[in-house]
C-alpha cells in the first residue's frame, strides 16, 4: 500500500496519483483539507514502529505502508483554517495530526520520498552548497553579509552578481543593479546573500532512486521560473543526457543527502565546468516532465511501488546541455 | 583562539567559558548570542575552495575564522533581535533567513566544534523522542514504549519519558566518556554509542530508574546541562579543544 499526502489537485501530487492508478497500485490519499475526518496513533516499541491512520471510514495498519509520498502544504495556511482563531480545537487538532503524520514518517519502515530531517539541508541555502563543495562539485562564490562595502566590491570584482534568500522561503533571485546599489544600506539590518552570476546553460537533475533525468533550460532570465516576467521569453526545457561520470556526482551527491527524490540545479559554463547551486528536496518537477515529456512521475510511482531501492538505468554518453 | 558561543540566560555556557580560563586555556571569547544579534557586522564568504568568517563584535573584537581554532557551540536559535523589528509580515522570514545564516557560518568555523551544526538543529540534532527511542535501543538502552496520537499536542510529544515521580539521572557523553553519574558499564557504554549514532559529539543522556531496577532511557539533548560533569568534563574539553585544534 502507498500513502499520498497532501492536496490531490496539486499537478505534482495529481501526476504521482495518475501514474499509480495507470500501474494498478493499491494506493491511499491524505488530503489535507480533509484533515478533521482523519485519525491517526504510532508507537515505538524497541524497533518495532506501529500503528492505524483512519481516513473517512476505512483504518489502515501503518505496517502496511510501503511508500510514503508526503508533498503537503503547511498545515496553518489550509482553507478549512482560515476563519479559525489561533488557538481553536479545530486548528489545534489539525496540528497535532500533522506533527503525528510527520514524527511517523521519519522514522517508518517504508520508502518515504523524502523524510523531513534530509530535506532540512535546503533550509540554508549556503550550508547547503558547503555539503555539495563536499562532494565534488564546483559552487559559484558567495557573500553574505552586512557590510554595503562588501558588496560594492565583490560587484566590482565579478561583474555580474545575483541575490536570493538565504533560506528555503522562495524568493525570486534577482541581479543586482545600480539602483539596487543605492539602498544596500539597508542590509546593515540583516546578513543579506549575493553570489557570483555564473554563464552558462541551466541543467536541472532530477534524481529518483537511481534514475537520473537531466533537463537543458534556454533562458536569458536570471531565474528561468519567471522567465516570461523577467526576459519576456518563456524558457526553453529539452531532455538532455548526462556523461556517466555526471550522472554518477548526481546520484552520489543526492544519496548523500539522503534524498530519495531530489532536483539539482547545476549550470554547465562554456569552459564545461559543472556548478551546482542547489539541490531542491521536494522537486515541483511536473514543469520539466510537462515541457520535456520526461516521465518524471512515473518514475516516482515505481519507486513507491517497489518500496525498497529503483534500478538503475543506464543513461547515456555524454555531458552536453 | 577558541570561541564559546551561547546565550546570557545559559549557565552551562557561562561556566564552561569560566572553567576553560581558569584551567588556562588562552584566548578564550565567550560570544553572547545576544551580542551576535546586535550591532555586529557580518561578512561570510564560501567558494569551491573553502569558507570564510569574519564577525565584527560591537565592542569591537573581531572573531575571523582564519585565527579560530574551535568552540563550544550551544546556540540554539539567533536571539531574534532584528527579526523583532522586521514588519508583522516579514517576521518569520527573517527568523528563517537568520536561522539559515546562522546554520551555514557555525558549518563553516574551522577547528573542533562541539557541536557541529546540522540542518536540524544549530547546536547537534534535535530529534524528536521518537527517534531517539529507536536509537536508544539500538544502541542497547531499555527504552519505553513511545505513542503518540493525533490527539495529543505536539508539545506532548517532546516530554521526558521518565514517570512522574522516577528517580533521574542525566548524564553526559563527550569524548567517548560519561560524566555526570555512576552507572553500570553496560548502560554507560551504550549511552556513549547512542551519541556516536546520533553524530552528535556532546550528547546529554536522560535516564530513568524502572520499576525492574534498570537505568531506562528517558530523553536526550545535543545541549545539556554541563555543571553536572564538573571538573572531569572541564578537563576533557580543554585537551580535546587544544589537541584538535589546528597548532
Known amino acids: ?321 | 583562539m577558541w570561541l564559546v558561543l551561547c546565550s546570557s540566560s545559559d549557565p552551562s555556557g557561562l561556566w564552561v567559558y569560566e572553567g576553560l580560563r581558569q584551567m588556562g586555556i588562552a584566548p578564550v571569547e565567550l560570544v553572547l548570542a545576544e551580542w551576535l544579534a546586535y550591532g555586529s557586522q557580518w561578512e561570510h564568504r564560501l567558494d569551491t575552495n573553502g569558507t570564510h568568517l569574519k564577525i565584527t563584535l560591537q565592542d569591537g573584537r573581531v572573531l575571523c575564522s582564519s585565527r579560530i581554532r574551535g568552540a563550544i557551540n550551544r546556540l540554539m536559535a539567533p536571539s531574534p533581535g532584528i527579526a523583532e523589528r522586521a514588519a508583522a509580515s516579514d517576521k518569520e522570514y527573517a527568523q528563517a533567513e537568520l536561522q539559515a545564516f546562522y546554520l551555514s557560518w557555525l558549518h563553516g568555523l574551522p577547528g573542533v566544534v562541539i557541536n557541529r551544526p546540522s540542518a536540524i538543529g544549530l547546536c547537534g540534532s534535535w530529534l524528536h523522542p521518537s527517534e531517539w527511542v529507536l536509537r536508544a535501543d539500538r544502541a542497547g538502552l531499555p527504552t519505553p514504549v513511545f505513542r503518540q496520537s493525533g490527539h495529543d499536542s505536539p508539545e506532548k510529544g517532546y516530554r521526558s519519558l521518565a514517570p512522574d515521580g522516577a528517580a533521574i539521572l542525566r548524564l553526559i557523553t563527550f569524548g567517548g566518556e560519561v560524566f555526570g553519574g555512576q552507572v553500570p558499564e553496560t548502560t554507560s557504554r551504550a549511552c556513549v554509542r547512542l551519541a556516536r549514532e546520533a553524530k552528535t559529539e556532546m550528547l546529554g543522556v536522560e535516564l530513568y530508574l524502572a520499576g525492574n531496577g534498570e537505568w531506562t532511557f528517558a530523553n536526550a539533548t545535543p545541549c545539556p546541562d554541563l555543571s553536572a560533569g564538573g571538573k572531569p568534563l572541564l578537563e576533557s574539553l580543554a585537551h580535546i579543544l587544544t589537541a584538535g585544534g589546528r597548532p
Open chain 1, 1 to 321: 500500500m502507498i500513502l499520498v499526502c497532501g492536496i490531490p489537485s496539486e499537478t505534482p501530487l495529481r501526476m504521482v496519483i495518475s501514474r499509480l492508478e495507470e500501474m494498478g497500485a493499491p494506493f491511499v490519499v491524505f488530503n489535507q483539507r480533509h484533515f478533521a475526518n482523519c485519525e491517526m496513533r504510532f508507537e515505538v516499541n524497541g524497533q518495532e514502529v506501529s500503528g492505524e491512520l483512519r481516513i473517512g471510514e476505512r483504518a489502515y495498519n501503518l505496517q502496511e505502508f510501503v511508500g510514503v509520498y508526503p508533498r503537503m502544504m503547511d498545515d496553518r495556511s489550509l482553507p478549512e483554517l482560515s476563519n479559525e482563531p489561533p488557538d481553536s480545537n479545530l486548528r489545534n487538532y489539525c496540528r497535532s495530526l500533522h506533527e503525528t503524520l510527520t514524527r511517523w514518517m521519519e522514522i517508518a519502515p517504508a520508502r518515504v520520498i523524502n523524510r523531513c530531517a534530509p530535506m532540512a539541508s535546503n533550509s540554508s541555502k549556503p550550508y547547503q552548497s558547503q555539503l555539495i563543495r563536499e562532494h565534488g562539485f564546483l559552487i559559484p562564490e558567495i557573500l553574505i553579509t552586512t557590510n554595503p562595502e562588501l558588496v560594492r566590491g565583490f560587484r566590482a570584482r565579478h561583474g555580474r552578481v545575483i541575490y536570493k534568500s538565504i533560506s528555503a522561503v522562495r524568493s525570486i533571485v534577482q541581479e543586482l543593479t545600480d539602483e539596487d546599489e543605492e539602498r544596500l544600506d539597508r542590509i546593515r539590518w540583516c546578513p543579506t546573500q549575493f553570489q557570483q552570476f555564473v554563464e552558462g546553460t541551466n541543467l536541472r537533475v532530477h534524481t529518483i532512486g537511481n534514475e537520473v533525468f537531466a533537463t537543458a533550460v534556454r533562458s536569458e532570465a536570471t531565474d528561468y521560473r519567471y522567465a516570461a516576467r523577467q526576459s519576456g521569453e518563456p524558457a526553453e526545457l529539452r531532455e538532455v543526457t548526462l556523461s556517466d561520470e555526471l550522472t554518477e556526482q548526481c546520484l552520489r551527491l543526492a544519496h548523500a543527502l539522503g534524498l530519495e527524490f531530489a532536483g539539482i540545479d547545476l549550470k554547465v559554463t562554456p569552459d564545461n565546468e559543472v556548478y551546482c547551486f542547489e539541490v531542491n528536496p521536494c522537486p515541483g518537477y511536473s514543469y520539466y516532465e510537462a515541457n520535456t515529456g520526461q516521465e518524471i512521475s512515473a518514475a516516482v510511482a515505481r519507486a513507491l511501488v517497489s518500496g525498497t531501492g529503483s534500478k538503475k538505468e543506464e543513461v547515456g554518453a555524454l555531458a552536453h546541455a
